[in-house]
C-alpha cells in the first residue's frame, strides 16, 4: 500500500467521487493554498481498510491525514489548517 503519510505542510484526503463534503473541502483546501494529495476510495480501494480503521469500521469521506500521522473525518478547512500549523 502506498505511503498515506504527508509530508510536513500538507495532508492526505481519502474521498470519493459521489462525497460533496469531499469536493468542498478540496475546494477550500485549493482556494487558500493548503497543498493535499487525494486518494479516492473508487479508484484506489486498497485504502478502504485504513480509511474503515481510522472511522471505527466505517467508510467515512473525506478522511484526512496529518503529517503526524493522526486522522479526522471531515475537518473544516479552520481545524485543517489548525493542525497544519501545529
Excluded at 9 to 21: A, L, N, P, R
Excluded at 59 to 68: E, I, M, N, Q
Aim: glycine share 10%; net charge negative.
Amino acid at each position: 500500500m502506498p505511503k498515506v503519510t504527508p509530508d510536513e505542510g500538507s495532508i492526505t484526503m481519502f474521498t470519493t467521487s459521489w462525497c460533496g463534503y469531499c469536493t468542498r473541502l478540496k475546494g477550500q483546501l485549493t482556494r487558500e493554498g493548503v497543498p493535499f494529495t487525494e486518494i479516492n476510495l473508487e479508484t484506489s480501494p486498497e485504502h478502504i481498510d485504513f480509511v474503515e480503521q481510522v472511522n471505527g469500521g466505517n467508510r467515512t469521506v473525506p478522511t484526512v491525514v496529518f503529517p503526524d500521522g493522526s486522522a479526522a473525518t471531515n475537518p473544516s478547512l479552520s481545524e485543517v489548517k489548525q493542525r497544519l500549523a501545529g
